[in-house]
């Protein structure tokens, strides 16, 4: 049985339903990824003010046009279908108790960004799961990464080790040590000393 390409997964889009491409076109507003593929050909620039079936097409048609489907492509499906369950059923109602404080703030996003209490909620929780994502790759790369005290150790070692001020003071050393033993060889021997150290 061979698994189901994100065509047959996205059957649920529908770019002929008005309600389901209006609130698609201003779900990818905020989702950098859609828009990829949606002006993934130059030919395609003139969407920005095209209709949105059009544009809930073109995504279709370029997303699906991949071939394979990742896990990644499942998750992201995953979280289209979840977003729009959640639009469609935004109607029914469900009660939170927030603080005098979160109510003024809910209250201010609400303003400042133009949309319902209910919009800034659901952008809130979408962009605190990805934050959450975000975090836990961050904390994977910094766990490979040397602690700065190790770090600092090793560096101190290398500047050691290719420290050569100490190497030519010594070698200086020995030009002196050199020309001081000619002196005495020529003293002894007669011999007029090189000039050449």
């Known amino acids: 049985m061979s698994e189901k390409t994100i065509e047959e997964r ?14 698609f076109r201003a779900y ?3 989702r950098e990824w859609i828009c990829e593929y949606v002006y993934k050909e130059d030919q395609y620039i003139g969407l920005i003010d095209s209709s949105n079936a059009i544009f809930c097409e073109k995504f279709l048609k370029n997303w699906a046009s991949k071939g394979s489907i ?12 979840s977003a729009w369950s959640s639009h469609k059923n935004s ?28 919009e800034v909620v659901k952008e809130l929780l979408i962009n605190a799961h990805e934050l959450l994502k975000i975090q836990k790759s961050l904390k994977k790369i910094l766990r490979r990464q040397p602690n ?32 001081l033993l000619k002196l005495e060889l020529a003293k002894l021997g007669g ?7």
Request: one cysteine or more; a positive charge; glycine letters at 2%.
């Open 70 to 81: 990742t896990s990644k492509d499942k998750h992201r499906i995953n979280l289209l279908r």
């Open 191 to 197: 011999c007029k000393p090189s000039s050449k150290v």
């Open 91 to 118: 109607k029914s109602k469900v009660t939170l108790s927030l603080s005098s404080e979160a109510k003024k703030s809910l209250t201010f996003l609400s303003k400042i960004y133009g949309i319902t209490k209910t």
């Open 10 to 23: 996205m059957k649920w889009l529908n770019p002929d339903d008005k309600h389901l491409a209006d609130w």
């Open 148 to 179: 700065a005290n190790e770090f600092n150790k090793k560096i101190d070692f290398l500047s050691e080790i290719l420290d050569h001020s100490s190497l030519t003071e010594e070698v200086n050393n020995l030009n002196s040590e050199n020309r």
């Open 28 to 30: 990818a507003d905020s």
